[in-house]
């Protein structure tokens, strides 16, 4: 009975640590950013550093903007464009009433090239936000 | 002789009532784009239908660019009407956005993406289905082989840019280069000459063509004749040749000068004037027709719900497209 008991006990744990174990061989690293604009009009870049052993990278970026002009572009290590999307608000009248307009872009690139990748953000006379949230898969032997 | 008469006159008759028929239909036949498209609750059951502009412009999104907007009904049952679109095929983009969300949305990627584009004129009739469970990519365009040549074509793109298209980075190039080769082959020999550009800017043409000058050689003299918006850009964004300036070439635009001089005093390029607004696009037009009409920035503004600055860039590629440097001249131009 004790036996059974032990076996019962050691599958138990085996049982809950193996899915641990293997979620553990690719620990993601997160990075999020929030840019609130204001009339704004200065370029950014946000850049990314991924290394030969990255298993994936993956990028979401979500902006609204209620006046002016927002271009967000991707740019591989390479100076490849990857990605972009541009939005532009226009006011309607002159009674105050300002447009939404919202854009926004998911990328996902398993063994993504080892460098710095770029996200250019340009706005032109913009109010409004973008938020960006990046995630680079490393395994975790390599940590 | 009589019955031959008769005869006769009855076959002239059914001629002149068929040819007016179909004259009839050709006047007020206009296309549309209808089908059935099933989205899950956390959509608004509205398209949206926007015109591009040019390739470059296939993810931008302000509400200047939305031409129409159309309901879906209980059952999934939508339809554009498209008579007030140009005779020849542009590019459009459908698109939908969540409830509460502002009708100026895009989603680019992931499992939310929220628009797809269709080549369209004013006679198309184009048939769209989607089920609840397939992806906006998996749309199905029905009666419509350009848009399924488009498709095919998208396919490529997609596949190349998706995430999973190799497990190592010298292998990743090689596949790029091989689609890329596949997307000028497609762009060669393609008799449309939308889709053979979008192949063109699918195969990420500012990053070969230096490595394939003899290939846009020959490409850019196969569509010499085409003015419309997205090859104009196009050339545009046509790196400088490298190569050496031929004494030759210097001398055929010499001799081209002088005959574009002399033919410029003809009625020949006279009669070509009349036709000068087939260049603009469907917004420059109508500021065209305002700014004729003696409209001010701010009123075309407030006419087209459209920003000031935006009018003023609309004006100035007019004044470009135009070749005009003021609004008298605008007025001056006879349309």
């Known amino acids: ?143 | 002789m009589r019955l031959k008469v008769k005869h006769f006159l009855f076959c002239i008759l059914s001629f002149f009532v068929c040819h007016s028929t179909i004259a009839k239909q050709n006047i007020n036949h206009s296309g549309s784009i209808s089908g059935q498209i099933h989205l899950d609750s956390s959509w608004a059951p509205t398209l949206y239908m926007s015109y591009i502009e040019d390739f470059n412009s296939l993810y931008s999104i302000s509400s200047s660019m939305i031409i129409q907007k159309v309901d879906i009904d209980n059952e999934g049952y939508f339809s554009f009407d498209l008579e007030f679109l140009p005779k020849e095929d542009n590019l459009y983009r459908i698109h939908f956005v969540k409830k509460g969300e502002p009708d100026a949305s895009i989603i680019i990627g992931g499992s939310e993406e929220n628009h797809f584009f269709i080549f369209a004129n004013r006679f198309s009739n184009i048939r769209l289905k989607k089920s609840k469970e397939e992806k906006i990519n998996d749309i199905k365009i029905l009666d419509s082989p350009i848009n399924l040549q488009f498709s095919q074509v998208k396919s490529i793109n997609n596949y190349l840019d998706s995430s999973n298209i190799a497990s190592t980075q010298i292998k990743r190039t090689f596949i790029k280069k091989a689609g890329y080769e596949k997307l000028r082959s497609i762009a060669d020999t393609c008799q449309h000459s939308l889709l053979s550009l979008y192949a063109i800017y699918s195969s990420k043409f500012a990053t070969n063509y230096n490595s394939e000058l003899d290939f846009y050689d020959n490409y850019n003299q196969k569509w010499a004749d085409e003015e419309s918006s997205y090859f104009k850009v196009f050339r545009k964004q046509l790196p400088l040749k490298k190569r050496g300036f031929p004494l030759l070439y210097i001398g055929f635009i010499l001799v081209g000068l002088t005959f574009g001089i002399l033919l410029g005093k003809t009625s020949l390029f006279k009669r070509k004037e009349v036709n000068k607004l087939s260049v603009l696009s469907i917004q420059e037009r109508k500021i065209f027709l305002l700014l004729q009409e003696g409209y001010s920035n701010q009123d075309i503004s407030d006419q087209c719900n459209i920003g000031v600055s935006t009018v003023k860039s609309h004006v100035s590629a007019i004044y470009s497209k135009l070749k005009i440097k003021s609004r008298k001249e605008a007025v001056n131009l006879k349309n």
């Open chain 1, 1 to 143: 009975m004790k036996k059974k008991m032990k076996l019962f006990i050691a599958s138990a744990v085996l049982t809950m640590f193996i899915p641990f174990c293997s979620w553990s061989q690719d620990t993601k690293f997160d990075l999020s950013r929030s840019i609130e604009f204001s009339n704004s009009k200065q370029t950014e870049e946000i850049i990314i550093k991924t290394e030969s052993n990255s298993t994936q990278l993956y990028i979401s970026i979500k902006s609204a903007i209620n006046q002016g002009g927002l271009i967000v572009e991707i740019y591989d290590p390479a100076g490849e464009k990857q990605g972009n999307f541009e939005i532009e608000s226009i006011v309607k009248s002159n009674d105050g009433k300002t447009e939404y307009v919202q854009g926004s872009i998911q990328k996902k690139i398993n063994v993504p090239m080892a460098g710095e990748w770029k996200i250019k953000i340009i706005p032109t006379n913009t109010t409004g936000h973008i938020r960006i949230g990046t995630y680079i898969g490393i395994p975790d032997d390599k940590k």
